[in-house]
T-cell receptor, first 118, second 116 residues
Framework: AQKITQTQPGMFVQEKEAVTLDCTYD???????LFWYKQPSSGEMIFLIYQGSYDEQNATEGRYSLNFQKARKSANLVISASQLGDSAMYFCAMREGFLGGGGNKLTFGTGTQLKVEL | NAGVMQNPRHLVRRRGQEARLRCSPMKGHSHVYWYRQLPEEGLKFMVYLQKENIIDESGMPKERFSAEFPKEGPSILRIQQVVRGDSAAYFCASSLLGDSSGNTIYFGEGSWLTVV
């Protein structure tokens, strides 16, 4: 089974609207972390937001929030008030605990290409 | 700039040549990770190194690829006798500790290898 699944290869959203990018994960560990990265066309990986498995509150960073539903093993990214500059590839990633090998090794999903339209 | 520094940003090699990619981790970080991103795909873990040691190389191809992180100097990812399929973006990340919580992983800007 895939450890990180992003089922939306591409998404469109109108400027100023909110958009949700889906991410589900699979792990047997109790302790793990979930990350979202943005990769614009220039190629660099930009960290957006982090959620720990024991965090009770959903993470938020400015216009980004992570809708963490532990029982469903989902960690969807919500971008509010989309801007043209949000057009990019978005990757969900997981860092597992001891059972998954530990360390800071990340497993990435295949990404979602987001395009923000006027 | 105290971030993770990778060079070169872009490298073109002919088939059969060697490619060397360098990564200087963030100041004070002694844990380095290399990832490969093939076209239209997500990043895939290759290798995790600590100073002078390879901790986890489970994602490294068995042949032609090697990595090191010497006591002094940057980490090097070396690809011998490159083939077209090695064309990819190679990302380096670093962390202060080997196992921690929170966002403690910092990525470089990537090195794009093109094999012609």
């Amino acid at each position: 089974a895939q450890k990180i699944t992003q089922t939306q290869p591409g998404m469109f959203v109108q400027e100023k609207e909110a958009v949700t990018l889906d991410c589900t994960y699979d792990t047997s560990d109790q302790s793990y972390g979930l990350f979202w990265y943005k990769q614009p066309s220039s190629g660099e990986m930009i960290f957006l937001i982090y959620q720990g498995s024991y965090d009770e509150q959903n993470a938020t960073e400015g216009r980004y929030s992570l809708n963490f539903q532990k029982a469903r093993k989902s960690a969807n990214l919500v971008i509010s008030a989309s801007q043209l500059g949000d057009s990019a590839m978005y990757f969900c990633a997981m860092r597992e605990g001891f059972l998954g090998g530990g360390g800071n090794k990340l497993t990435f999903g295949t990404g979602t290409q987001l395009k923000v339209e006027l | 700039n105290a971030g993770v520094m990778q060079n070169p940003r872009h490298l073109v090699r002919r088939r059969g040549q060697e490619a060397r990619l360098r990564c200087s981790p963030m100041k004070g970080h002694s844990h380095v990770y290399w990832y490969r991103q093939l076209p239209e795909e997500g990043l895939k873990f290759m290798v995790y190194l600590q100073k002078e040691n390879i901790i986890d190389e489970s994602g490294m191809p068995k042949e032609r690829f090697s990595a090191e992180f010497p006591k002094e100097g940057p980490s090097i990812l070396r690809i011998q006798q490159v083939v077209r399929g090695d064309s990819a973006a190679y990302f380096c990340a670093s962390s202060l500790l080997g196992d921690s919580s929170g966002n403690t992983i910092y990525f470089g800007e990537g090195s794009w290898l093109t094999v012609v």
